[in-house]
């Protein structure tokens, strides 16, 4: 029978895990607000009358939705830092291993919040943008006022479910040389020969986490299970 | 005469400063900023001690150079990065310029000049197996048919996928992140041999609890030449560091150092890795240069 | 200024092949890990979501914390914990008897595990959505439970969620890309070391991306087929 012992846990090691979760948390932050943005941007340009907006919007989608997100983050982690550095003009002594994990993960989480927004889109009735531009609104001002207020309430569970998915997928920013929640825990368990502990610790702490933000979710009212077959094929289509 | 000599002595004491500065060193004195790599577990090299601090002998060579560059390009407040590289990401990211310098047991290969500079040698190193004693591995040749863990992107790893191939041999890779998780692939007995070079094989076995049970054999089967890794046609910094190292290395404190990292108790456990410095090593301390095995 | 130099992909790798023949390599691992997790986790996950609608509140509860904790632990933990962890645990016989298993074996069944959690979602709400009328029809024309599941809810219920079950076809061959942390030399791990013995790193990422995107379409494909070919006329399968 295995021998545990989780004395490592404590002194040195949790600031350390600390500072893993802080990395952790500020990515699931971060590329939720900027996905959102973003992936509101792609789904109101793929709705666009410009015919290359949309398709261009389309195949940003596609494309961030084919790839794996360790495909991702290597990309912007081995080959673009500098072309990052010189497009955002951020300064060198920004450390360029976040700023490359930030960007990675919003513009991945983005391809996945516009269909989320899509269908929270195609959720709101027809008639409420009629209206709105019977009553002389422009197109955009009626998305920003009336259509998008709506839909976020509609689709306030999907967006959730795809936050707490964000925040498990943070753990992938192992593959490039940032130490997140669990690249701490992993490291700590090699280097002290105590892996499985920390294994059990690391997996029970997102459980933890996960679960609690789930059950938040389901509290915001589940979409029922119309409303997502809807959500997935409109997602899909 | 002697005041002449003194004064003719300091001018041509004067390091590149008076020309305009190039390359890394340029990308240094405009930013204020010197990002090194470090790696977790590459002992007694550069790794993590108790404290997740990062310690080890060619650590302590980039910190002498970093002081260098200091005092030659008039920087006393310069910022000091230090992030985690491991064997497979640390020419891209030298590529890249998200390291400027990294100093932690990397070998002077010629295939590695096409893509990155190196330094003088820091120290010789030569690659072996770890293996348990009861695992029947004597010889090098033994490991057909088993499977042997090996760092990815070590030199050790190209090697042993080639002599798959050559030998016609059927071996089975475990590629792993870093020296910690191949050694650990050997404790759990997923892999039956390690293959590495000798120091990090030595040190990480000093450190393991079981260490009786392990035996550090086979015929070595590379010879390799350590140094610090940077970025290619860059020869003002270049130039820089091979004087560091070089004075470092006549002038004794490279001697210093080895003891202290090779022959007396080291984080984060104290233990002693007993290995005198070799006869190649004190001819390499007399005649600083730069030459690799291949 | 970076050289390109789209040749290495028929170059030889020292080792007895190309580096074209090393991706292939790759992309075959990710397609035979996909497909053979998402059987998997087809049957389980259909097993699993049936028992979470069952009357019996002791099976819902397992199968409820199956799901619950699966799909709450990031997928590259699970798939450290099965490597590293589940071994310790066992017997000491058993513990080295899979450790010496081949990783690809362990590595799909962990993907397997991971996926047939959310489809067991997919497939509860699948036949949740029928909870009304269809069970109740069913019931009252004689049917006893078993046969009203098989006959009636499970047929319906799998054409329902056919979207959602097709886009998780696609993730699982994303999915698997996790598994190259542990060494596995699939078609992430082979673009890595592709930049590693080549250090042509936007050759080498572009192969594999556009790989990944043949994938993909590959997969969609063969989704849509199925979807046509079990088409019920009349049945709205999703508005």
């Known amino acids: 029978m295995y021998r545990f012992d989780f004395s490592i846990l404590g002194g040195s090691t949790i600031p350390v895990l600390a500072d893993g979760m802080l990395v952790t948390l500020e990515i699931t932050a971060t590329a939720l607000a900027a996905g959102m943005l973003i992936g509101a941007a792609l789904a109101i340009l793929r709705g666009s009358r410009w015919r290359a907006a949309a398709w261009l919007a389309a195949a940003y989608v596609n494309l961030f939705r084919s790839v794996p997100l360790v495909m991702v983050l290597l990309w912007f982690f081995l080959v673009v830092p500098q072309l990052l550095q010189s497009a955002l003009g951020l300064s060198p002594s920004v450390d360029v291993r976040m700023a490359s994990a930030l960007v990675a993960y919003s513009l991945f989480e983005a391809a996945y919040f516009s269909e989320i927004i899509r269908a929270g889109i195609a959720s709101v009735p027809e008639g409420q943008m009629d209206a709105a531009r019977a009553l002389g609104m422009p197109r955009l001002l009626a998305m920003r006022l009336i259509v998008l207020p709506q839909a976020l309430r509609n689709m306030a569970p999907m967006v959730l479910t795809q936050a707490i998915v964000l925040f498990q997928d943070t753990a992938l920013v192992y593959v490039s040389a940032l130490a997140d929640f669990f690249g701490q825990a992993y490291g700590i368990g090699e280097r002290s020969g105590r892996l499985v502990e920390m294994l059990l610790f690391a997996g029970a702490v997102y459980f933890a986490i996960s679960f609690s933000l789930s059950l938040a979710a389901r509290r915001l009212g589940q979409a029922s299970p119309a409303v997502r077959g809807t959500a997935s094929a409109a997602a899909r289509g | ?294 | 200024m970076y050289h390109w130099h789209w040749g290495i992909f028929l170059s030889p790798t020292g080792t007895g092949e190309t580096y074209l023949g090393w991706l292939f390599s790759g992309l075959g691992l990710t397609v035979a890990l996909g497909l053979v997790a998402w059987l998997l986790a087809l049957v389980l996950g259909a097993a699993v979501g049936i028992a979470r609608t069952v009357p019996n509140r002791v099976v819902r509860a397992l199968a409820g914390a199956y799901v619950e904790v699966l799909r709450n632990v990031p997928l590259m933990v699970q798939l450290f914990t099965a490597y590293f962890v589940v071994p310790e645990l066992l017997p000491p016989e058993l513990g080295d008897a899979v450790k010496r298993m081949n990783p690809v074996a362990q590595q799909f069944l962990c993907l397997g595990l991971y996926t047939s959690a959310r489809i067991a979602e997919q497939v509860r709400s699948g036949i949740e959505s029928l909870a009304g009328h269809q069970r109740s029809s069913a019931l009252a024309l004689g049917l006893t439970l078993p046969q009203a599941y098989r006959h009636v809810l499970l047929p319906l219920a799998f054409r329902i969620i056919l979207p959602p079950l097709s886009s998780e076809f696609m993730t699982v061959f994303k999915n698997s890309a996790v598994a190259s942390m542990i060494g596995l030399l699939e078609l992430a791990a082979q673009g890595r070391q592709l930049v590693d013995y080549t250090s042509q790193p936007y050759e080498a990422f572009i192969a594999v991306t556009a790989l990944y995107l043949a994938l993909n379409l590959s997969a969609l494909r063969v989704m849509r087929f199925v979807e046509a070919k079990t088409r019920v006329p009349g049945f709205a399968t999703a508005k």
Request: aromatic share 6%.
């Open chain 2, 1 to 294: 005469m002697r005041p002449i000599l003194a004064l003719l002595a300091l001018a041509l004491a004067v390091p590149a400063l008076a020309e305009d500065l190039e390359g890394t060193l340029k990308k240094v004195k405009e930013h204020n900023l010197i990002v090194i790599g470090y790696r977790e577990s590459s002992v007694p090299w550069s790794y993590l001690d108790g404290d997740q601090k990062v310690v080890g002998y060619s650590h302590e060579v980039a910190l002498k150079i970093v002081d260098a560059i200091k005092a030659e390009l008039k920087m006393p407040d310069l910022k000091l990065r230090e992030i985690p590289i491991n064997a497979q990401n640390r020419i891209s990211l030298m590529q890249n310029g998200t390291i400027d310098l990294e100093c932690n047991g990397t070998t002077n290969t010629s295939e590695r000049r096409k893509q990155v500079a190196f330094s003088n040698t820091i120290a010789f190193t030569q690659t072996q197996l770890l293996t348990k004693k009861k695992s029947g591995i004597k010889e090098f040749e033994d490991i057909a048919g088993k499977t042997i863990a090996v760092t990815a992107g070590t030199t050790s790893e190209h090697y042993l996928r080639k002599y798959a191939d050559e030998h016609k041999v059927k071996l089975n890779i475990l590629a792993t992140r870093d020296h910690s998780q191949g050694f650990l692939m050997l404790q759990t007995g997923r892999a039956d041999a390690f293959f590495m070079d000798r120091d990090v094989l030595g040190s990480l076995l000093a450190r393991a609890q079981d260490k009786a049970d392990y035996v550090i054999t086979g015929q070595p089967q590379t010879k390799e030449a350590l140094a610090c890794m940077l970025r290619k046609d860059d020869p003002q910094f270049k130039a820089l560091v091979d004087r560091v190292i070089a004075k470092m290395q006549t002038s004794g404190e490279a001697a210093k150092m080895y003891d202290k990292w090779f022959m007396a108790p080291i984080p984060p456990d104290g233990v002693v890795l007993d290995a005198p410095l070799t006869k190649e090593m004190k001819e390499l301390y007399k005649h600083p240069n730069d030459q690799s095995f291949d």
